[in-house]
């Protein structure tokens, strides 16, 4: 006889650890999301600003600090420094810069400039500036540091072509820079680029190497020529005010003398004319009163004198007049 059994029972596997499968992907789905929540959060530095794209558009700013965005590429946050004083080097380049558009990658062409004279001339300088407008900075241009760069090599080859190489080298360094910022703010600000040209500054400019030499014996011959003016010009001060003063003391000395010559002019025509009057009143009086007068002026002038009477038998015995007193015995 033939018999039958029943076909062996197959059970299905719960799980490697013997868990519903539907358990194993809702745990799935919770740490996926967890995941997700977790990238959500970011943080805005003190010196920045976030701005936040949702699907590519453009949703708003967030300040400094903790923050949460949409997961899953929804939203996107791009940190902007605002607040952070940024440079480029034109002609040089500092060694560890982190930013890529600080430094070019050719600093030599970039310095090497010809001046309004047509001679060469090395020019190195450096550019600060700011983002004042993070959505302006990041949708108006592509590559605003790039184009800023390029806009800041243009203006200084400009403004160094308006200029003589002697003017560049020497005496118009501060002139070459208020010019270049000046043009340079222009520009950015019609680009509505989203930055601010803080201070265009010039380092190191000098002639090409083959002629530097002669270049240093002109700059030598100039600082001499200035010295010269300067001592010319300390003698004169010392020496011109002087005789300015002694001029003005002879003047005075000589308007003095003609004050006093005149006063005295006229105290002698008053006194004549007194006089005058009073010789029209008693003549014989007036003139003998002025006889004895210049006597009295004239004798004591004339030293020891002897007037002698007519009548005299002899004057010897008068000679011992003028002789001194013995000690202790008036004279008589």
């Known amino acids: 006889m033939n018999s039958f059994r029943d076909p062996p029972r197959v059970t299905l596997p719960r799980g490697a650890a013997g868990l519903d499968p539907r358990w194993i992907g809702g745990l799935a789905l919770l740490v996926l999301l967890a995941a997700g929540l977790a990238r959500g959060v970011y943080t805005v530095g003190p010196e920045s600003v976030g701005v936040i794209q949702r699907f590519g558009r453009l949703v708003g700013t967030v300040g400094p600090g903790l923050r ?8 996107t946050v791009t940190i902007v420094p605002v607040k952070r004083q ?16 600080q430094v070019s990658q050719q600093p ?13 001339a090395h020019v190195e300088w450096v550019v600060q500036y700011e983002i004042s407008d993070p959505e302006a900075y990041l949708f108006h241009m592509r590559e605003p540091a790039a184009t800023l760069r390029d806009l800041a090599e243009s203006v200084m080859r400009e403004v160094v072509g308006d200029r003589t190489v002697d ?19 222009a520009l950015v600000q019609e680009l509505d680029m989203g930055l601010k040209v803080q201070q265009v500054q010039l380092k190191n400019v000098h002639p090409p190497t083959p ?7 002109v700059n030598r011959a100039q600082q001499e020529r200035e010295q010269m003016i300067n001592q010319a010009n ?6 011109v005010p002087r005789a300015s003063g002694e001029a003005q003391r002879l ?21 004549f004319r007194a006089l005058l009057k009073e010789y029209d009143k008693a003549p014989e009086v007036t003139r003998q009163r002025l006889y004895l007068e210049a006597m009295a002026e004239l004798i004591p002038r004339l030293g020891g004198k002897v007037i002698l009477d007519s009548s005299a038998p002899q004057f010897l015995p008068l000679m011992n007049l003028a002789q001194p007193a013995p000690a202790g015995k008036p004279a008589r």
């Open 167 to 185: 003017e560049v080298l020497t005496i118009g360094r501060q002139g070459i820079e208020t010019d270049a910022i000046s043009r340079l703010t």
């Open 108 to 120: 030599r062409l970039e310095s090497d400039m010809v001046t309004g004279d047509l001679n060469a």
């Open 86 to 101: 940024l440079k480029m080097e034109f002609g040089f380049g500092t060694p560890g810069a982190s930013d890529r558009h």
């Open 251 to 271: 003047l005075s000395d000589a308007e003095g003398y003609a004050v006093r010559r005149v006063n005295e002019a006229e105290g002698d025509v008053a006194r």
């Open 211 to 217: 002629v530097q030499s002669s270049f240093d014996e």
């Open 68 to 75: 949460f965005k949409l997961p899953f590429g929804i939203d």
């Open 234 to 239: 300390g003698e004169y001060n010392k020496v």
